[in-house]
C-alpha cells in the first residue's frame, strides 16, 4: 500500500487478555518505530527496528511488552495480560534511511486499544 | 537527543498568518530540526525540516535562527483545518554505515486553536 498500515483499528479486551498489534510499513523502509500515546498526552516510544540491527527496546514499560518485525516488513506489538493502564492509541511509524533520506516518518493511523 | 521546549497552546485567527515557536539551546551540529503536526483522531504527519537555512514548501515555512538554538514554524494563512497539535523535533541522522537505532523522542508539542 501507499502508506503505513495498522490493523485491527480498534480493539476491545479484558484485563489480562493478551493483544497482538500489526503494522505494515511502506515498502523500502528500513526503520520502524513504535509509539504510545494516551488520551490526551504525548507520544511516548516504545521500539525502534532499524534493518538487521538490534532493536532498540528502551521504551518499552514492562516485560509484559515485546516486538518483533521479519526482515524489513511487518512488525507485530504483543502486550501480555493487559492492564488498564495498557489503555491508548498504539502508533506504527516507518523511515526511509536510503541515500539523501532526512528521516521523514510516516504514521500510521493507530490502533486504539481498551481494556475494560 | 537534544530536548525542545514549545508552548503549550496558541490561538489564531482564520486566514491569518501563524508563528509557532521552538527552543532548542542544546542543539548540536548535527541535528536537524523537524516538525510534525497530529490532526485529531490521526497519526502524526510531518510538515517540514531544516537544518541551518529557512526552509519553504507547500505546507509551511521554517525560520531558523542563526545561532540554531530557535526555530519558528510559520503558517502563512491559518485554515481550521490546521488545528492541530504542533511537535517540533530535533533529529540526528545517523551515517548509514551506522548501526545504530536512533529513537525520536516527541515533547508535548503546541496545541493551535483556529477560531473563524
Known amino acids: 500500500g501507499a502508506g503505513v498500515s495498522q490493523s485491527p483499528s480498534n480493539k476491545v479486551t479484558e484485563k489480562g487478555k493478551d493483544v497482538e498489534l500489526r503494522c505494515d510499513p511502506i515498502s523500502g523502509h528500513t526503520a520502524l518505530y513504535w509509539y504510545r500515546q494516551r488520551l490526551g498526552q504525548g507520544l511516548e516510544f516504545l521500539i525502534y527496528?532499524?534493518?538487521?540491527?538490534?532493536?532498540?527496546k528502551s521504551g518499552l514499560p514492562s516485560d509484559r511488552f515485546s516486538a518483533e518485525r521479519t526482515g524489513e516488513s511487518v512488525s507485530t506489538l504483543t502486550i501480555q495480560r493487559t492492564q488498564q493502564e495498557d489503555s491508548a492509541v498504539y502508533l506504527c511509524a516507518s523511515s526511509s534511511r536510503g541515500q539523501g533520506s532526512t528521516g521523514e516518518l510516516f504514521f500510521g493511523e493507530g490502533s486504539r486499544l481498551t481494556v475494560l | 537527543d537534544a530536548k525542545t521546549t514549545q508552548p503549550n497552546s496558541m490561538e489564531s485567527n482564520e486566514e491569518e498568518p501563524v508563528h509557532l515557536p521552538c527552543n532548542h539551546s542544546t542543539i548540536s551540529g548535527t541535528d536537524y530540526i523537524h516538525w510534525y503536526r497530529q490532526l485529531p483522531s490521526q497519526g502524526p504527519e510531518y510538515v517540514i525540516h531544516?537544518?541551518?537555512s529557512n526552509v519553504n514548501n507547500r505546507m509551511a515555512s521554517l525560520a531558523i535562527a542563526e545561532d540554531r538554538k530557535s526555530s519558528t514554524l510559520i503558517l502563512h494563512r491559518a485554515t481550521l483545518r490546521d488545528a492541530a497539535v504542533y511537535y517540533c523535533i530535533l533529529r540526528d541522522v545517523p551515517p548509514l554505515s551506522s548501526g545504530s537505532a536512533r529513537q525520536l523522542t516527541f515533547g508535548s508539542g503546541t496545541q493551535l486553536t483556529v477560531l473563524p
Open positions: 527496528f532499524q534493518g538487521n540491527s538490534a532493536p532498540d
Open positions: 531544516g537544518l541551518t
